[in-house]
Every structure is written in C-alpha cells, then in structure tokens.
C-alpha cells in the first residue's frame, strides 16, 4: 500500500473559512494547479501525487528534475483516486475542504484525518499559539484584541503597529498601521473580528531579513529540527528561496549573528514548540522568524517566532530539493506568475 500526496497550498485559506466546500480565490487554485507535482521531490518510489494533468504534470516535473534532482514520480488525478489503494494521504495541510474533496472522489475516510483532528490542527494554528511559544521564550507578546477599542489602546503605547488575522495567509491578513487608525483600518479590523472572533496586535519590529525554521512534529510529541529557511518576500507574499546546504546557509546568515545565537534559538524554539503543540499535531511544520535591528543601532537580534505554519512550506521544499541535487552548489528557487506560475532554479550570485 501506498501514500497519496496533495500539494493544495490554498491550506491556509481553507483553514480559516472551516467549511468543507471551501472554493479558494482564483491565484490559489491556479498556484495548486501549476505547481501540483511538487511532492514528487519527497514522494517514495511507491507513492501516488495527486496533479490535475498527468502528462503534463509529468513534463514539467521532468523540468525540474533535471535541474535539481530527485526520484521519479508516480502522478495520478483525481478522477484515478478510487481505484488506487492508499493507506494513507499526507497533503500540504490538512483542512476541511481537502478532506471532503478526497472522500469524494472515492478515498477512504479512515486514510484522511478526522473531522476532529482537523479541528485540533487549526485550533493550533491560531496566531494565539505562536503568542505562547514567544511567552515561553521570553519575549515581548502580541496581545489578542476582540474589539477596534482594544486596538485603540494599544496606541497609547505604540505608535506603529501590525495587527493580523488569528487565521491567514502569505501576508493577506496583515496589515501595518503607522501613526493612526484609519477608517479603513478600523473596517478591517471589525470585519476579521467579525468573521475569526478577534486580532493578534503586535509591535512593528525593523525587519533586517526574513527566515525560517523547518520542522516535523513526531506523534510522540517530540520536535525534530529538519534545516534553515532563507526565503524572500515581496509586499507580505512568498517569492523564493535559497536552495543550499545547511553549513552554507549558515555562513549567509552569519554576517547578521552568531552561529551560537543560531543554535540556542533553535533549541529553545524546539523545547517550547513541543510544550505548545507537542502531542497535538503530527507533521511538517515551520517556524518564520526575522532579523531585527536593535533600536540603538549597534547589531541585530531574531525575532524567534513571528507566525507558526502546521503544514509543510516552501522552505521544506528547498530542503528536499537541496538534499537531492547532484552539485550542492547554493541557488535560488524563485516562483513567478506571467500566465502560469512557474519555478525558476538560478545560480545564487
């Protein structure tokens, strides 16, 4: 028997609307049809990937194999699904929507995740969880307003803010706030307060470099550090990653801190994860962290845990694709959109 792979990157989305006929915005569906051959980087030899084309899915993985390496891949759509024999599906993330879909085109409820441990999974994903996994390290935490007045407060001691979404994605629930709550601001807020019950308000932070952590959540409980994520944005939404080993992602980022720094972070960040979601949730996950400059500035601190991701990300992604390459040589993974989203593989300058 054999495991079925998804690549439905609209995970985030769904997760939030906690409906089961889910239909995702246009670029969400359009990003999970170009891209559906991912998992075949990570699939095994017996595995099954879900794609909307076969052959074209073929193709274009071919594409990027050839370029980053990797084993080969074993494609089906979804119209195949209820004449194959899985024991299990292990998707980008687990969401209500994903679960209904795959049930009816004829998986076996037993091999998906439950009703109720979806609903353990996004209880977890609540910005109010990465607020804890901060008060265990320390840390200055946002705090959960359930009204604009609450926000409002928050004013009188900072004059620029980010408040977001408990349930969000790639930026779309974030908004910065400088100096004053505008109308606009203020129908915002009363609307997500509306729709997910409240707002995480947080600081603004002098963002020096975005990266992450990337790690799988053992069903013991215990957190296994999988590697770094150099990744890149763009207005709030995701554009690349560094496709490298782990010793040379270390020395790009040590011109901002110290590889000691680095390792005790992790260790921490991994002690508080298991004490927040150990037991709770079984899978990949990643941690996004960023480089800070200090206020007086004289050098740089991490910010050790800004959002928390119970799904596999892009940065797993360039993990798997540097274990695979036949070179080892540092690239860069880039995702453009013209007509079709494409990945881009580039030599790193």
Known sequence: MAKLYVFNPEHDLALASNLSNFTAPHAGRQLRADLCYLPALWAGTDDYVLVEHVELARRLYGRLRAR????????????????????????????????????RYGVRPEVCASEEEIATIRACSHRRHATEVLRRLNWEQPIEATAVEAVEQRFLRDSRLVVKAPWSSSGRGVRFIDGSLSEYHRGWIRNVILQQGSVMVE????????????????PDGRIIYQGLSLFATRNGAYTGNIIASEETKME?????????????????????????????????????????????????LIHPCVEINLRRTMGHVAIEMAKASPTGLPRVMQITLTDKYRIHILRKR
């Open 252 to 300: 790009m980022i040590s011109r901002y801190i110290s590889d000691s720094l680095i390792d005790t972070i992790r260790e921490k960040v991994k002690n508080a994860l298991e004490g927040v979601i150990g037991c709770q949730y079984t899978g990949p996950l990643g941690v996004d962290m960023m480089i800070v400059a200090k206020t007086d500035g004289n050098g740089f």
């Open 203 to 218: 600081p603004y932070y002098p963002k020096v470099k975005d990266f992450g952590m990337e790690f799988e959540s053992m």
């Open 68 to 103: 980053v390496g990797g084993g080969p891949g074993h494609f089906v759509d979804k119209n195949q699904l209820s004449s194959i024999n899985i024991n299990k599906v292990e998707p980008w993330g687990w969401d209500l929507a994903l679960r209904s879909t795959l049930i």
